[in-house]
Nanobody, 115 residues
Framework: QVQLVESGGGLVQPGGSLKLSCEAF????????MRWYRQGPGNQRDLVAY???????IYADSVKGRFTISRDNAKNTVYLEMNNLKPEDTAVYYC?????????WGQGTQVTVSS
């Protein structure tokens, strides 16, 4: 059974930083493409960042230059480092992956950017 567990969310002031983690269980992590999504209040769930098994990355335009996705295959963990946070970054952040054709989501971690 594949499980994804996110952590690292919290309340931060505008301009601040947070680093989210997503640990994967029950899968050969190094082979997986990993993605971070977010869902703000009243919004759909949108892709924030992607990292391939070889380390290739893609970012949403709204976070380019501020967010960095990375992975540590030895720890079965993908990270999302978020800098210069803005109020519009407030959302629940989710990681996901596809294993053998099935899509798995974590439970999400809340990020709130407010003064």
């Amino acid at each position: 059974q594949v499980q994804l567990v996110e952590s690292g969310g919290g309340l931060v002031q505008p301009g601040g930083s947070l680093k989210l983690s997503c640990e994967a269980f029950g899968t050969i992590f190094s082979s997986n493409v990993m993605r971070w999504y977010r869902q703000g209040p009243g919004n759909q769930r949108d892709l924030v960042a992607y990292i391939g098994s070889g380390g290739h990355t893609i970012y949403a335009d709204s976070v380019k230059g501020r967010f960095t996705i990375s992975r540590d295959n030895a720890k079965n963990t993908v990270y999302l480092e978020m800098n210069n946070l803005k109020p519009e970054d407030t959302a629940v952040y989710y990681c996901n992956t596809i294993v053998r054709g099935s899509l798995y989501w974590g439970q999400g971690t809340q990020v709130t950017v407010s003064s």
